[in-house]
């Protein structure tokens, strides 16, 4: 078993406190990842969807985890479980400094989370307060104007990478 920290960070122009619409633990939140086989090495096509308010039994009957699944060519079984209360949002600051802030705790076992995509369902708030909702990443970008602090604001060049956490 290993645990991987999903880490992300982007250029936030005039924007702070980048996180998931419901906060950094929102059971809604969709996370979308390909999984690295740890058996075989084979990488997944599709991408995966997991989120807090979705678990399925553990195919190895311990519980319930957040996804199982068998590599397609190997055939090996893995299972991923999110850890809740490891995630910050991403600062103005953090952007600044080109600083990665901490999402989401995954422990995982027969598999290796790679490739993060950006979907929607994300939140921000301008340096004036202004909040802006349900923001659509998955073109990778996203800008608006802030009618309060009259400025354009915007999110672009989203990263993430997945850490082995000890
Ligand atoms: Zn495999």
Redesign the pocket.
Known sequence: MVNYLLLITAQLDNLTDFQPQGGCDDPNFTYYFKLK?G??G?VTQKETCVSLSETVPSTKGKGEVHLAQK?K??S?EGTITMITGHGRPLTYEDSEAAKFAPLMLFDCRGFEPVDFSFGSGWKAESIDGTKFNDIDLSGGEFSEYDEKGECPVMISEVRAMFNVAK
């Open positions: 086989c058996n075989c084979e590599c060519f190997c090996r």
